[in-house]
Nanobody, 126 residues
Framework: VQLQASGGGLVQAGGSLRLSCLAS????????LAWFRQTSGKDREFVGS????????TYADSVKGRFTISRDIAKDTVYLQMNDLKPEDTAVYFCAARQNRLVLSARADEGQYNWWGQGTLVTVSS
């Protein structure tokens, strides 16, 4: 499995969850990872991304200030810490990856990513 997402669940509004994405990073030379989310009937929405080389993560405006992306180099894992969750954050969350760093303007384009995890459901109740 190239990407394996986990950590989803049910949480009340205002609560927190942390998602994990275990990446076969070294085998496939994955250097750029992102989180997307999708609700029923809608396109995938970019949440944020991180470059394994260490620059600051980028975030969608809808989650900025509430979500934080980090990485654990030793564990080949990327995390999505989600705080102050809102019902509109309810979605299936996917991690995605590609080999090379993306320019800022391209990071939200799901077509730029070569690998996708299976998704993990986050449900935020009001």
């Amino acid at each position: 499995v190239q990407l394996q997402a986990s950590g989803g669940g049910l949480v009340q509004a205002g609560g927190s969850l942390r998602l994990s994405c275990l990446a076969s990073r070294r085998r496939f030379n994955m250097n750029f990872l992102a989180w997307f989310r999708q609700t029923s009937g809608k396109d995938r929405e970019f949440v944020g991304s991180i470059y394994w080389g260490g620059e600051s993560p980028t975030y969608a405006d809808s989650v900025k200030g509430r979500f934080t992306i980090s990485r654990d180099i030793a564990k080949d894992t990327v995390y999505l810490q989600m705080n102050d969750l809102k019902p509109e954050d309810t979605a299936v969350y996917f991690c995605a990856a590609r080999q090379n760093r993306l320019v800022l303007s391209a990071r939200a384009d799901e077509g730029q990513y070569n690998w996708w995890g299976q998704g993990t459901l986050v449900t935020v109740s009001s």
